[in-house]
Each structure stands twice: as C-alpha cells, then as structure tokens.
C-alpha cells in the first residue's frame, strides 16, 4: 500500500494567515509511505518539510535513526527553502539521499540545496550538520529499486530542468508533475504575419503535440496523480504565459485523457485564498462533469490511501 501525506500545497512563496487556514500555507512538500518496505520517501522540501520533520522526531526517530529520501523536482527556492528547517539533519545517525535535477553542472546539487546553510543565510553551516547526506542527480530515466519499487522521471516544461516523478509498487501507481507547462509551439501560426513560416509552424505543432503526449503517456493510469494548476486557463492565457504553470481546465482534461483515476490539483496560487478555492472546487470538481475521474484541491493534512 502507498500513502501519501500532504504536508505543503502552495507555490511561490508561504502564505500563512486566517485566508489561508483551511488548505494551506506551506510550499510543496508531499510524504510517501510504503508500509510493506518500510520506506519513507519525501517528494519536495517547500516550508511544508519542517512539520513533517517534526511529525518524524516524534514518530520515526523512537523507533530507530531515520534513513530517507528526499526528491526534489526543481531547485526553484519554494521548492528548497524549508530544508534548512528539517530537524532530522541536525541528528546524529540520520541518513538521507537528496535527489533531483539540476539546470546548471557548475552548481552542483550539492552547492544548491546545501548552500543555504552558510553564514551568509543561516547561522548553521552545511559541513556542521549531523546527519549522512548524499546527494544524487537525476535524468530522465527508468530506475527499479530491489525491494520492487520502480521509478520513472520525466523532464518537464519549467523555466529550469524539473523532473516529475512516477512510482510503481505492486498494482499502484502515484505521479507528481508539477511544475510544468502545457508545451506551445514556438513558432509564428498566424498566416497573417510577415514572420510566419509555413513549414516552421508545421513542425512547431507536431513538436508540441509529441512533447504534450509524451508527459501524458509519463502519467497514464496513474493510481492518483498530483498536477500543477496554479492558474485558471483566463489568468493562464491573460498574463502567465511562460512563467511554467498549468491551468485547472488542462490539468482536468489531460488527466482524463491520460485515464488518471485520482487527480490532486496542486501548487495553489498564494493569492488564492480558502473562500476561492470552494468555489473552483464546486466549478471543477463535480462528479457529473468528471465522469470516472475524481478531482479535487489538494490541502495540508490530507491524506490518500492507495
């Protein structure tokens, strides 16, 4: 069996307050249990990894020293920026492999995640540290574990290298893909236009469609599968072309088309407050509109069962 635990929900940046009470403040961090292995994998260390850490001290630790692992998706800092805060690294005999992508090889992912503990941030220094850290980047790749855990990763559409995640234990399978953008051909299609190249925009759009079809074959028949849709498609196509997001209504429609079963809207915006997310949850999530699909917002404190 997996469970997953959502720990922190939003993009951006942290967003605590009375508006935000009900779904969440905290910056993406998912937990993934898999009982049968005894294994704990962490997906994301956004401000929503310092309750988990401390959820760990007081459930995992009494029962022995904690070896995990974290996954990152991207090294953006709402991704990143509660790692400092993770109380497990502070501890003596604790184990963690840290994996992710990473855009630029001079900076290592070491230097990236690890490089907010200096002086210059933080009054602790990475070398300090008491925890075995080892850190391992990531391509797109197929990886089988020897206790039957599998996973796929797949590269993103995200204004630096992001990965998504898809594991498979037993008959289940979980999926994260955020953050990431529908692909757009990049060439001119308007006939009209002075630049527009008829063989280039051809090419462009079947580009595009292979790319799109890619991610959804990544995430097809997942079990649950937790998606960008920081935007609605008005507020994506008015102003956020490009900044490597997803609107709800693609988000919907490309996990039906890939037949997903769970689908866990994700990365809320952080102007976003409760009272709107009810009512994109009443807009969105109908069960007569979804048809087998189930969809709905993902909040801190959530937990799923597969």
């Known amino acids: 069996m997996m469970k997953i635990n959502f720990w922190g929900v939003r993009g951006s940046i942290p967003c605590p307050g009375p508006h935000t009470a009900k779904y969440g403040g905290n910056t993406a961090c998912i937990e993934l ?43 953006h800092w709402d991704h990143i920026m509660g790692f400092p805060f993770f109380t497990p690294i502070y501890i003596p005999g604790t184990k963690l492999r840290i994996y992710g992508p990473v ?69 289940k399978i979980f999926c994260t893909t955020y953050d990431t953008e529908p692909f757009r051909n990049v060439f001119c299609t308007d006939p009209e236009d002075p630049s527009y190249d008829e063989a280039m925009a051809a090419e462009g759009e079947l580009a595009t469609q292979e790319q799109n079809a890619r991610i959804e074959k990544f995430f097809a028949g997942a079990d649950l599968l937790i998606y960008d849709a920081q935007y609605t498609e008005d507020e994506f196509e008015d102003s956020k072309f490009g900044w490597g997001h997803t609107s709800i ?49 993902a909040r801190e404190g959530m937990e799923i069962n597969l």
């Open 249 to 297: 209504e693609y988000a919907i429609s490309a996990a039906k088309r890939a037949g997903v079963k769970n689908l866990a809207l994700f990365h809320h915006d952080p102007m976003r407050t409760d009272e709107q997310l009810d009512a994109l949850t009443e807009k969105y999530c109908r069960s007569e509109d979804c048809g087998d699909l189930k969809v709905f917002f």
């Open 103 to 171: 855009t630029y090889e001079e900076d290592t992912l070491e230097k990236i995640v690890g490089g907010q503990l200096t002086y210059r941030y933080f009054p602790v220094n990475a070398p300090d540290l008491a925890a075995e850290i080892e850190y391992i980047h990531l391509k797109e790749d197929r990886k089988e574990f020897d206790d039957g855990l599998v996973l796929v990763t797949a590269y993103l559409n995200h204004p630096i290298l992001c990965c998504g995640y898809r594991f498979e234990y037993g008959d």
């Open 33 to 75: 249990r898999l009982k049968e292995l005894n294994r704990l994998i962490i997906i994301d260390a956004g401000s929503g990894i310092r309750e988990l850490g401390n959820f760990m001290m007081a459930n995992d630790l009494p029962n022995g020293p904690i070896d995990t692992e974290i996954f990152l998706s991207h090294t």
